[in-house]
Every structure is written in C-alpha cells, then in structure tokens.
C-alpha cells in the first residue's frame, strides 16, 4: 500500500543554518504530496504542497520539489529561525476515484536554538 | 474562516467503557478522517470516509468504527475502551481532488484508566 518514510529526529540546529529533511514515498499512480507543520500545542496545518512531477511547493522560506524519478519531497529551507522550531511532517494524498487517501509520515522534530 | 471542530479537548474514560469523539466541519468537503497520534508513530489512520454513510477502513481500524450521517460529522467509537487506545485523536478534512489541502481539529487527548 501507499507510505511515507521520513527521516527521524529530532534534528537541531543553530539559528540561520540550512534545514533539510528527507521525504520519500511509496504509492500507485500519481499522488500529491505535503508538508504539514504542527507548532506547539496546535493541530497540524498545510506548509506546503505540489501536485505533480517536477513542481516545487514553496512558503515561509520552505521548500520542496515533487521528484518522480527518486519518489522524493524534501523538505529545505536556507536559514532556519528559533520560530521554526516544530513537528514536520511529509504526506501523500492519493486520489483513487471518488475517494482521497491521506497518509502521512512519522513527523521529523526540529528543535532551532539561538 | 473554515473549522474543523472536535467536542473535547480531554477525556477520561474507564475501561471497557463506550467512547464517542465527534467532529465537525462547515466547509461542506466531501472526505473525513480520524488519525491517532503516538510519539514516534506520527499519525496514523483509522478510518476515512468519502461521502456521507460511505466509510473505508485505514491502517489501524480495530477496535474502533465510525460514523458519517451527515455530511458535515464524523464519529469515532471506541466500542469497549482499552488502555492502548490513550492517545491523541486528530480529525481531519478535505474536500473532493488532487489539489486539496486537509484542515485539522484540535485534536482530542484520550486517556483509558
């Protein structure tokens, strides 16, 4: 079936160093993929998404580029700030006729020190 | 602004006892989910359901069922409460599609003694 394998934490950093973290994906046919993000005590919300192959989600100072050819979507970002420090999490929504399946990853905590 | 609401926050329960976490959307999308999330598991899906009475299991349906009569609540049953169901429950909702974002609840922090 359809998974998201990403990469565990937690991971810190110092602020304005480079964040990666590593997303790949298993799944039939042509998913979209996300990244969520869940501060502190909140629900999780959309970072963000691509849809197809090649697109790059970007938001926040985030990116991310859909890669078909490595089943990738990693997760960037050039300098990283104490206010990013949360739960990211990689997921994968299939659409197979009239149903959506949304399956996410484990969450990669990032803990961003001053 | 769009709401996905859950009924509790917390919630103690015995045992063996009959549980009900309830969600709600007012954006009129088509797809519910119920997702637990465990420390290091991340979430994991239950059950979701694509249309109102129409549901399909996920990853770890049991001891849990759900409920959709209406298109905009979503129930999850805990039939008999065991004390690995504490976790914490997160409700989620999409529209119909491929471009669609999922809007979550607060989550419901359930506790079995």
């Known amino acids: 079936g359809d998974s998201v394998t990403q990469m565990e934490g937690p991971v810190t950093l110092s602020e304005e160093a480079f964040l990666t973290i590593n997303c790949t994906y298993t799944a039939t046919g042509y998913p979209s993929l996300f990244w969520y993000v869940q501060y502190p005590g909140e629900g999780l919300q959309l970072l963000l998404k691509?849809?197809?192959?090649?697109d790059k989600g970007s938001n926040k100072g985030f990116e991310a580029t859909y890669r078909k050819e490595t089943t990738s979507f990693h997760l960037e970002k050039g300098s990283v700030q104490v206010s990013d420090s949360a739960v990211y999490f990689c997921?994968?929504?299939?659409?197979?006729?009239?149903?959506?399946?949304?399956?996410f990853g484990t969450g990669t905590l990032l803990a961003v020190q001053p | 602004d769009v709401k996905v609401t859950q009924s509790s926050r917390y919630l103690v329960k015995r045992t063996g006892e009959k549980v009900f976490l309830e969600c709600v959307q007012d954006?009129?999308?088509?797809?519910m989910f119920w997702y637990r999330q465990d420390p290091g598991l991340g979430l994991r899906l239950i059950y979701f359901s694509y249309d109102v009475k129409m549901k399909e299991k996920g990853d770890i349906p049991e001891g849990y069922s759900v409920s959709r009569e209406k298109k905009e609540r979503f129930s999850l049953i805990l039939e008999s409460a065991s004390t690995n169901q504490t976790s914490m429950y997160l409700c989620?909702?999409?529209?119909?599609?491929?471009?669609?974002?999922?809007?979550f609840g607060q989550g419901t922090r359930l506790t079995v003694v």
């Open positions: 954006m009129d999308h088509e797809n």
């Open positions: 691509a849809t197809k192959a090649d």
């Open positions: 997921a994968l929504l299939n659409y197979g006729g009239a149903t959506n399946k949304l399956i």
């Open positions: 989620a909702s999409t529209r119909g599609g491929v471009n669609t974002e999922a809007f």
